[in-house]
């Protein structure tokens, strides 16, 4: 199982990023997937989730209606489309496919 994230780096506040992780090693469209984040000093928190077919997303309050999560099953990645980015959100993204399967994370930086 290998989940490999990309797409962060450093943004003005209000600006946009788009996160992306890839899987391989497992059934991609048989799993619900997640993405979270780890800011310093605090616990890792989920941000948003996808079902296996997409057709259910859920959001953190504090992410709603800023951050888009989907995927594509057919080159086994899902994103997470990051808009009006404020320093709050700074943090090391991860995306998750369930217990034990979490990427390396990607850093997510929102410059105020």
Known sequence: VQLVESGGGLVQHGGSLTL???AS??????????WY??????????????SFAGRTTNY????KGRFT???DNTKK?????MNSL???DTAV?????GPERWGQGTQVTVSS
């Open 25 to 34: 090693g497992f059934t991609f469209s048989s799993y619900n997937m997640k």
């Open 86 to 88: 404020k320093p709050e």
């Open 60 to 63: 953190a309050d504090s992410v």
């Open 20 to 22: 992306s992780c890839a």
């Open 69 to 71: 999560i989907s995927r």
């Open 93 to 97: 993204y991860y995306c998750n496919a």
């Open 37 to 50: 984040r780890q800011a310093p000093g605090k616990e890792r928190e989920l941000v948003a989730s996808i």
């Open 77 to 81: 990645t899902v994103y997470l489309q």
